[in-house]
């Protein structure tokens, strides 16, 4: 179960990243059921698998933070046995896992509290928490108009409006990545989710800075949703993930490089709210 969450994980096949932080939290489970000859060994094992779900895909904070808080609480249990070092890590999974989907129903509805009837958004990507927040404001009462853009060249934008295709109350638009400057002079708000904010910058799936700047440039504000689990001070270093050129391009490159960057880098002056479970705030 492991080797195979971090296969998924890196593969990057799991789009949500609280849901890659909580799949990855229940992957450890599967330690529960090996024996080990002492306390020491438990700790080595678990230590050694939580850092493989942690390399599988670095960038994620949100995965990163809450596997090394798994390891941190049982360690700092100092458990007499191996049983009660187990015991010590299923309850720690249970409460990251708790404590991620608590943090993400509760941004989802903090920003459902911002969306107005009659508005028209923007959204790129797929982000589980934006799709949650459109559909708890149209369920609501709000009727929305939402652009979604592509996000190539994964199309994970696609699987956005398929979802909200499904909505009562909203009208969506699948537009390409480079018409978003296009629309954006129609659009009432930018909301997009987010893979962490670490210091200034907000990082997110590519194409997010271009977005946030037009968007600044047509004074349309831009609104992050997420947990703050995701909003990171120091300690975390962000490492981007550079996917395979066959993403891009059927036949092999001749002649020339393909650059197919998973993530950019958005400064957090562009964005004029970020959104988590405990409230809204500015940047």
Excluded: W
């Excluded at 009837?117 to 934006?130: A, F, K, M, Q």
């Excluded at 092999?252 to 650059?259: K, M, R, T």
């Amino acid at each position: 179960m492991i080797d195979e969450t971090a296969e998924e994980i890196r593969s990057m096949r799991t789009h949500s990243s609280s849901v890659v932080a909580a799949k990855a939290a229940h992957a450890l489970e599967e330690l529960l059921a090996r024996e080990y000859p002492s306390i020491e060994a438990y700790l080595r094992e678990l230590e050694h698998n939580s850092s493989a779900l942690r390399r599988a895909n670095p960038s994620h904070a949100s995965l990163v933070t809450t596997q090394r808080e798994i390891v941190e609480t049982v360690r700092s249990a100092d458990p007499a046995s191996v049983e009660a070092a187990k015991a010590r890590t299923e309850g720690a999974i249970e409460e990251v896992v708790s404590t991620i989907e608590t943090a993400k129903h509760g941004a989802a509805e903090e920003t459902a509290d911002l969306l107005r009837d009659g508005e028209t958004i923007l959204t790129h990507d797929y982000s589980t928490t934006v799709l949650e927040s459109l559909e708890a404001a149209a369920r609501d009462g709000a009727h929305l108009e939402v652009y979604v853009t592509e996000a190539r060249p994964r199309h994970l934008g696609r699987k956005t409006a398929r979802v909200l295709g499904e909505i009562d109350r909203i009208e969506t638009t699948l537009i390409v990545d480079s018409a978003a400057g296009h629309y954006l002079e129609d659009v009432d708000r930018v909301l997009l989710g987010m893979d962490c904010i670490v210091d200034d910058t907000l990082y997110n799936r590519v194409g997010t800075y271009p977005i946030a700047a037009t968007a600044a440039d047509c004074e349309v504000p831009v609104a992050v949703a997420g947990s703050s689990a995701k909003i990171v001070e120091g300690g975390f270093r962000f490492e981007n993930d550079f996917r395979p050129p066959s993403e891009v391009i059927r036949e092999p490159p001749d002649g020339f490089e393909v650059g197919n960057p998973a993530y950019d880098a958005t400064p957090t002056r562009l964005l004029d709210t970020v959104i988590t479970e405990t409230g809204t705030q500015t940047p």
